[in-house]
């Protein structure tokens, strides 16, 4: 007796809900792995390494006059440059023998991890969700904290400490993973955030200065140089009070213990020899605190379970479907017009004119990326009234206005003539052959190309985070400044989007398999 298979639909359907039964068990099965406290996967000896390679590998995080590369050269320069170098002499290792690799303040410590660096030198405060993760140096130096406001704002002209902040009607701007960042989400719990990602800390600056949050919390280095880059327009209200004085440290592996000692060794050398001193009065424009000043740094609870942050996840989702519904919506209402201007074959001058510069603007938003006009729409002062909702909606509505405007002209100059001429002598009129004829055979050829960008534009929306728009990649990251479960965050959201994209992407081959069966 020969083996039946069934249908082809039925074997289809099979493999859809096994792979949403899969995607869905994935997701059960990374909320229900406990968080290892250490987060340790491997063990590496760095002296070793040394010792047979010659080499380091180095993580920074750019902060201006503490790591930045020189745009004249594009050499690395700064105070943990100068303190880098010393003590690498000691090591016998030369500027090529030292391999850099950027990072920020939410991969640091995965970086370390997973074996990508051995060292990180970005001017990292010891902070009690990071000594879950890595182990600190004796300290490079000391900063404290401060609050940026607009200088004419005077509800803060009697602010005494951090906690004049912690108020329900205020919105505060924080660097996603960055220490002001922790701080102020544990401790100023009335307050609304504005967590903006990436390593760039003036964004709460800017965020300030375009009257889209009330305050900007960060290390005080930092907000000097904000107002000093617009004297009269913002200032730190706690310059002469900061709170939060923590060490900047460099971080290792835990469990590198050995490389740990050895750069403990050379620091304490450089400081007893007075040399870390001089380099510190050297730079002048770093605000550094006095080390008596310094707040304890206590371990706080870890391996926090990813269980805990559905709702995180769920939040985002929305978002994401929203802000790509709303693009796709305008964008196509945008396009329409436009490429029917360009395939019109209409002789007026007028709407020669029209038609000239339609087709300009589609070759100049053809040319700008996505991320480009995000933040240009975002970081301006001529629509700083926007919201980062309303401004990465535009955005990404006008990254997909020029495709929808080629794919429409390009389906309307296709048009198969014989149908229409087809038509005409039938008796139809022209009318009756727009809309009986010529739209259905563009919408016909037009449909699959346009799906396409569509779904481009949803997995676009992950852009948006970059100005602080809570959709699946923000919340993400957010979820991560706590947890520093990087991987298992990161396959979560993969999983989020192919639950998001796939139903999408079903119907629209089921709806078009359909349209086939109606024309045979």
């Given at each position: ?219 005080q280095y930092i907000l000097r140089r904000c107002v000093d880059s617009q004297p009269g327009v913002l200032k730190d209200v706690l310059s002469d009070r900061p709170y939060l004085v923590l060490p900047i440290s460099w971080a290792v592996r835990k469990s590198d213990k050995r490389w740990l000692d050895f750069l403990d060794a050379q620091i304490a050398v450089l400081d007893q020899s007075g040399w870390l001193q001089r380099r510190r009065e050297s730079y002048v424009s770093i605000p550094w605190a006095n080390s008596a000043n310094a707040s304890p740094v206590i371990p706080g609870s870890c391996g926090l379970p990813l269980s805990i942050y559905g709702s995180a996840f769920l939040t985002g989702l929305g978002y994401t479907f929203l802000i790509s519904l709303a693009s796709i919506t305008l964008g196509t209402l945008f396009g329409f017009p436009m490429g029917l201007a360009i395939a ?177």
């Open positions: 007796m020969s083996l039946q298979f069934p249908p082809r639909r039925v074997r289809r359907r099979i493999v859809i809900w096994l792979g949403a039964a899969g995607a869905l068990a994935s997701i059960w099965a990374v909320f229900r792995a406990p968080a290892p406290p250490s987060l340790e996967p491997r063990q590496i000896d760095t002296l070793a390494n040394i010792e047979q390679t010659h080499k380091l590998k180095i993580g920074y995080i750019s902060y201006f006059e503490m790591t930045a590369r020189r745009a004249d050269t594009g050499q690395l320069a700064g105070f943990l440059i100068d303190v880098l170098q010393e003590i690498t002499t000691a090591l016998h290792l030369r500027s090529e023998d030292l391999e850099f690799h950027e990072t920020d303040w939410q991969s640091f410590a995965f970086g370390l991890q997973e074996g990508k660096f051995d060292l990180s030198i970005g001017g990292t405060f010891q902070t009690p969700a990071r000594l879950c993760l890595v182990a600190f140096t004796r300290p490079l130096g000391h900063l404290g904290n401060g609050a940026l406001v607009r200088s004419q704002d005077e509800r803060f002209a009697a602010a005494r400490d951090i906690f004049s902040f912690n108020r329900a009607n205020l919105t505060l701007a924080v660097v996603m993973g960055e220490q002001g960042s922790e701080y102020a989400h544990k401790n100023l719990t009335l307050s609304k955030f504005r967590d903006l990602p990436g390593s760039d800390l003036t964004q709460p600056c800017l965020e300030v200065a375009g009257g889209r949050a009330d305050a900007a919390l960060s290390d019109s074959g209409r002789r007026q001058p007028w709407f020669n004119f029209v038609a000239t510069v339609t087709r300009f603007l589609i070759y100049v938003f053809l040319a700008v990326p996505a991320l480009v006009l995000i933040i240009i729409l975002y970081y301006n002062s001529l629509t700083s009234f926007m919201s980062a909702n309303v401004a990465a909606t535009l955005a990404l509505s006008f990254n997909l206005t020029p495709f929808v405007a080629t794919i429409i002209a390009s389906a309307v100059r296709n048009i198969d003539r014989q149908y229409l001429d087809a038509a005409t002598v039938m008796g139809y009129s022209k009318g009756q052959i727009d809309v009986k004829f010529r739209i259905p055979l563009m919408l016909r050829a037009c449909r699959q190309p346009l799906l396409v960008q569509y779904y481009t534009t949803l997995k676009l929306s992950s852009l948006a985070s970059v100005i602080g728009v809570t959709e699946l990649l923000h919340r993400s990251q957010q979820v991560i400044r706590e947890t520093y479960m990087t991987l298992s965050v990161y396959l979560i959201m993969v999983v989020c989007y192919v639950l998001l994209v796939s139903p999408c992407a079903y119907f629209a081959d089921k709806y078009e398999l359909i349209a086939e069966k109606d024309r045979g």
